[in-house]
């Protein structure tokens, strides 16, 4: 029997729709990440450089970063800090996966360059030292004029990991009782205006002027905003890069489960103190995909991409400490 044109232009349509669906049904899988506002400039630069997988990953903060992995509505998290004592989900580990400084951002007319210390830090956010030419702050900015403007601390709010890093630097420089565990405001007797992420920080104190405020110097470079040398260990002030980050982060002490401890007297000439290791965190014995997507992070893409968005990649012993425990995710 012969067939109807009609019967033969359908069955090449048909043909043609099985065609198509082929790529959709192996289209490229999605991992979901949340935590850390610090790392969030390099996790989108690195979210669609493994090729087994694209990353969807929002900007959070740490702490629900953590609750949000530990619920199991994440694939893997990010966090600059810890859980607490206790709180850990089992089975997991922190692997260590980028660093970076964290920038003291300051927005004072006029004034370029600026020297600051934890104890003077510390007390512009306690509200000791309430104008920008307070004696102490002059004393270390010789030649530099200050204006008589009052000082305007900007800090995070909610379960920040920069914050968790940044009072660990002022418990450990400033004392006075700094404490790192809750929020930087609720933990601490502080003054100022909070901002819910790096970003919106760095945006308050860019249209405050005589504003301060700490965050990941990616966010702060990316809205032109200058950045206070910090006094160090070696007895010298200096301003937060790439390479100062880097030079503090390789003497510090990496425990067996990938965590740093962080020594900010350690006295190496040419360092950033406060500067911070971003942690993945993920299951053992879980997902491929996690495990190919970290890799290829540590591997590929921050050796790429890291230096660029004023980010360190991880290397030497801290490198191959990281590719140790993403062998243990697969």
């Known amino acids: 029997m012969k067939r109807s044109l009609a019967g033969i232009l359908a069955a090449v349509a048909l043909v043609g729709t099985v065609g198509l669906t082929g790529p959709a049904a192996s289209a490229k899988a999605t991992l979901t990440s949340s935590g850390s506002s610090f790392a969030n400039g390099i996790m989108q630069a690195c979210k669609t450089h493994f090729s087994g997988a694209d990353l969807t990953y929002n900007s959070t903060g740490s702490g629900t970063g953590r609750t949000q992995f530990s619920a199991k509505t994440t694939d893997f998290g990010m966090s600059d800090g810890l859980y ?9 580990e922190y692997i260590p996966l980028v660093g970076g400084p964290v920038a003291v951002v300051v927005n004072v007319p006029g ?5 600051l210390n934890g104890d003077i830090i510390g007390k512009l956010y306690t509200g000791a030292i309430t104008k920008w030419n307070d004696a102490a702050i002059a004393k270390i900015n010789k030649g ?19 914050s968790e890093n940044f009072t660990n630097y002022l418990s450990q420089i400033a004392g006075n009782g700094w404490v790192k565990n809750g929020t930087f405001a609720s933990a601490n007797k502080v003054v100022g205006t909070s901002a819910a992420t790096s970003t919106v920080l760095v945006t308050t104190v860019k249209s405050t002027a005589g504003a301060f405020g700490y965050a990941d110097l990616s966010d702060a470079v990316a809205n032109d905003l200058a950045s206070a040398a910090v006094y160090n260990g070696a007895q010298q002030y200096i301003k937060p890069d790439v390479r100062s980050a880097k030079a503090f982060l390789a003497v510090q002490n990496v425990s067996k489960n990938g965590t740093l401890i962080y020594d900010y007297r350690a006295p190496v000439k040419g360092s950033y103190p406060i500067s911070l290791i971003s942690y993945a965190l993920a299951y053992k014995n879980g997902n491929t995909l996690v495990q190919g997507f970290l890799k290829d992070f540590v591997t590929s893409c921050a050796p790429t991409e890291a230096a660029k968005l004023s980010f360190v990649a991880i290397d030497g012993k801290l490198k191959k400490v990281a590719l140790d425990l993403i062998d243990l995710i697969g």
Do not use: D, E, F, W
């Open 111 to 115: 004034v370029k360059t600026l020297n």
């Open 144 to 162: 530099v004029k200050l204006p008589a403007l009052a000082v305007q601390p900007v800090y995070r709010s909610g379960s920040s990991g920069t």
């Open 84 to 92: 607490a004592a206790g709180s850990q989900p089992g089975n997991m």
